[in-house]
């Protein structure tokens, strides 16, 4: 069997009934975020509690350095999350238009160069759908970082972990739990991260 060099696709696949959730509007008319009906909010972090401006701290959230050096706890943390889920997850609210040169090139600018080629694949494959499979880590790890970086929007689903994450700002990812969160806080214990109210 040959394997391809190609970078990898999320496919297109049909909505699930657990997915619909998310379909309503997360965010209230104050703009402050919530959590859809039978989940738990949380925030994946790397400090135990929101840091306020003047926190010397907030270099650390603002330097580029520090971001991508802290990358590696995500990623982490992800990938395990992902083999719990049988290496896979769903791609929901994709709100990027990747057959759009201008939105590719400024992805580009903000990824790594692996991402890039990710990025031209998906400008010139991509079939447009709500809802994605996402099935190789690379994949994955792709879309992690376009969630730090705030590059790229929309959320990802482990649907046996009954777990989603949207992207967020200030490398703080908001993750929807819909059981306890204990297993998940240890996990996030283990790559140094927070999971915070």
Known sequence: MKKSCLPPLPKPTEKPRALEVFGGELWSEEGDLRAPKGY???YL???AHPLDRDDPRMEMVEGWYCRLAAER?????FE???AKNGGEALLFGLGADFSDPDVCVDKMERLDRIDSYIVLRL????VRSEVYVVDDVTLLGFFVRGFLREAIDGGLYFENLDL???AGHDMVLPLFLGSDGAVYRE???RWKLWLRE
């Open 45 to 47: 972090d790397r400090f």
């Open 73 to 77: 706890s995500y990623l982490g943390f």
């Open 123 to 126: 400008h010139k494959d991509l």
């Open 187 to 189: 996990l996030a214990a």
């Open 80 to 82: 395990a999350l992902f």
């Open 40 to 42: 738990r909010l949380l």
């Open 164 to 166: 989603a994450v949207i």
